[in-house]
Each structure stands twice: as C-alpha cells, then as structure tokens.
C-alpha cells in the first residue's frame, strides 16, 4: 500500500484567505486525486493531478479557486483560494496502489474551518 | 454523470450478519470498492471487486456483485460493536481517457445494538 503524507492536518483560517496542503507519497505515482469530504457528507472528486500537465477538474470545481501542483512524481499541492465557511471540510489526497487492481489509497486528510 | 446510491442507515444487533447495499449507474465500472470511516478518521479500504466477479469473499467480509442490475453489497459476518462506523460504496470507471478517479456513495452508518 501506498503511504501518504498530508500537511497541514487541521488548520482554522479565515474568510478570504487561501491555504495550500501538501500531498507527499512514499512512491512515484502517474495521477493523483484531491478529494472533498465535506462535514457529513461523501467524497467528492475535485480534480486528478498529473505530472507534467494541467489538472484535470471536475464538473463544479475551477483552478481559480482550487489551484493544484504537480512538481513531481511524489508530491501535489491544492490551494483553496478565498475561502469561505462554505469551503470547510476534510480535503483529501489520494493515489492508486502499485498492485495493478485499482484500489485507491487516502492520506488522513486535512480538516480545515473557515470562519 | 455517474452515481452511486447506498441507503444512510443500517442497525443491527451485535452477532448478527449485517448487509449493506449499493446501486451504480456506470455501466463502464472496472472496479467496485467498499471503504470503512470510523469518526474522526480518514478512509480505510476494506475490499474491492473488479467486474468481472461476482462474489469475493476475505475473512468475515463477503462481496457480491450483480452487475447486470449494477448492484453491489458488503455482508459483515458476526458483526461486533468495532464494526461500527460509515461504509461507503464506491467505483472506478473507465472514460476511453484513461482510468478515472473513483465516484463514493454517500455512506451508510453501521449501527450496533448490544
């Protein structure tokens, strides 16, 4: 299994600031995921980001306010820009296992509160 | 696009077996999954299947799958109080693009009577 690192855990931030979290995997990875848990809610997917081109968003979600890097073959970073309350939630990256059967790997999370 | 629907809540008595379900729409599903979340933590994968199976079967976890009526379920054997937590449903489809990231139901809380 993959092993990912996610920094910060939690953070309290306020309205209109952006932060960016950090995605480290101990192993060199083609696409990873940034995904939404928002309070009591599912995951959602937010965008793939590959190495070498633009991170692929999804239906509701633009660069503007979730910008992503993707330097590396083990690293990413997603900012959320301008946050608001309504931006409060368990951000989550994500990669697939090395096994070849698809099972998709998740950091612990970063829990973030706007206020 | 895609989706994927599981029922919110499931009570059972410890002991028992428990049965959670799921339905999905994409027809182009390669891989079904079923993650654990306990509160305050992050995801756990606990199984998966790949279509082309029917059931699957680890320990006191059995999956099976109807993939003709895009169905899903996860049987917990013996279920204990540490069985207690929000099961998600999900699946890895195919775009013709390259493999895509997974859809996630919206969860099912477990519940344990004693």
């Known amino acids: 299994s993959a092993v990912i690192s996610q920094k910060p855990s939690r953070d309290i931030c306020q309205r209109g600031t952006s932060l960016t979290i950090q995605c480290q995997v101990d192993?060199?990875?083609?696409?990873m995921f940034w995904y939404r848990q928002q309070p009591g809610q599912s995951l959602t997917l937010i965008a793939t980001a590959n190495q070498g081109s633009e991170a692929t968003y999804e239906s509701g979600f633009v660069i503007d306010k979730f910008p992503i890097s993707r330097p590396n073959l083990t690293f990413s970073t997603l900012t959320v820009s301008n946050m608001s309350p309504e931006d409060s939630s368990i951000y989550l990256c994500s990669v697939f296992g090395m096994s070849g059967t698809g099972e998709l790997f998740f950091g612990e999370g970063s829990r973030l509160t706007v206020l | 696009g895609e989706d994927v629907e599981q029922s919110l809540f499931l009570s059972v008595r410890e002991g028992d077996s428990s049965v959670i379900n799921c339905t999905y729409t994409?027809?182009?599903?390669?891989?079904l999954y079923w993650y654990k979340q306990e509160p305050g933590a992050g995801l756990q994968l606990l199984t998966y299947i790949f279509s082309n199976m029917d059931m699957k079967q680890d320990q006191r976890l059995t999956v099976l799958l109807n993939k003709k009526d895009k169905h899903l379920s996860l049987r917990i054997a013996d279920t204990q109080t540490g069985d207690s937590a929000i099961y998600f449903c999900?699946?890895?489809?195919?775009?013709?693009?390259?493999?895509?990231?997974?859809?996630f139901g919206k969860g099912t809380h477990l519940i344990i009577q004693p």
């Open positions: 192993s060199q990875v083609t696409m």
């Open positions: 994409d027809s182009s599903s390669t891989y």
């Open positions: 999900a699946e890895r489809g195919y775009s013709g693009g390259g493999a895509d990231g997974l859809t």
